[in-house]
């Protein structure tokens, strides 16, 4: 990874990004990088996706739930200290949807792929 001006080049699953970064924004870039290419990865593995935008989407989503789940536990606590109770059924359902939807609009394309 090079730095160059207010850019950083990066590598997320072996393909090389040119990112606009501050220096004061580079720490926390470079562990999002790191948790992406991770997780890209992961997914990549498990679903043995050789398409790059799918696994990029999967782990978007993934992403987004973890930081949704994360959020809704924060305030499903508030509730119950509250006295309240937080249902979360309907945004994961919303989220399997989304993968199911992508599932089929991305398997005509992994069949050109292969």
Known sequence: MS???????????????????????REALLAAVDLVDGKMREIAQRTKSTIA????????????????SAATGRMASDAVAGGETVDTS???RRIEAMGARLDAVLAPQQQLDI
């Open 3 to 25: 730095i160059e001006a207010n850019f950083l080049d990066v590598k997320i699953m072996g393909r090389e990004y040119r990112v606009a970064c501050t220096p004061e924004e």
């Open 53 to 68: 935008e799918r696994v990029a989407v999967m782990t978007a989503l993934h992403i987004a739930h973890e930081h949704l």
């Open 90 to 92: 309907g945004i994961k």
